[in-house]
């Protein structure tokens, strides 16, 4: 089971994830992500996993879809709260920012 959070600020949108990340909660999220990034135009996404106990390789491969996704439209996504989330699945961690705060996503954002 996993819990969600949304909000946008200052251009960023920011999805907090809590739980347990795995392909059977992934479903709902893809399609709220399609939403957001295609029909809506999101540019700035931001994903803390901080409070994340466990995640699979279903939800790994959503957010590097996303992340692809919104590189497509000069977008950027950037993941927070990790910790040791990602020891083996190095393609995430070596192609996204991340951050340790979610607060410091503002100072990236003024750098783009």
Same mark, same amino acid.
Not at 15 to 42: V, W
Not at 91 to 103: A, P, V
């Given at each position: 089971?996993? /819990?969600i959070d949304m909000e946008f600020v200052k +251009? @960023?949108?920011i999805i907090r994830l809590s739980g347990i990340f795995n392909k059977n909660?992934? %479903?709902q999220l893809e399609?709220? !992500?399609?939403? =957001?990034i295609i029909k $809506? +135009? @999101? %540019?700035? =996404?931001l @994903? $803390? =996993?901080?409070s994340i106990k466990k995640i699979d390789a279903k939800a790994i491969e959503i957010i590097f879809d996303n992340y692809m996704k919104l !590189? %497509?439209?000069n977008g950027k996504l950037i993941i927070c709260g990790i910790n040791n989330l990602f020891e083996n699945n190095n393609i995430i961690t /070596? $192609? =996204?920012l991340q951050i340790k705060e979610e607060q410091e996503v503002f100072d990236y954002v003024t750098l783009w």
């Amino acid at each position: 089971m996993y /819990n969600i959070d949304m909000e946008f600020v200052k +251009g @960023i949108f920011i999805i907090r994830l809590s739980g347990i990340f795995n392909k059977n909660a992934c %479903k709902q999220l893809e399609q709220d !992500l399609d939403q =957001l990034i295609i029909k $809506n +135009g @999101i %540019k700035y =996404l931001l @994903i $803390n =996993l901080e409070s994340i106990k466990k995640i699979d390789a279903k939800a790994i491969e959503i957010i590097f879809d996303n992340y692809m996704k919104l !590189l %497509k439209r000069n977008g950027k996504l950037i993941i927070c709260g990790i910790n040791n989330l990602f020891e083996n699945n190095n393609i995430i961690t /070596n $192609n =996204l920012l991340q951050i340790k705060e979610e607060q410091e996503v503002f100072d990236y954002v003024t750098l783009w």
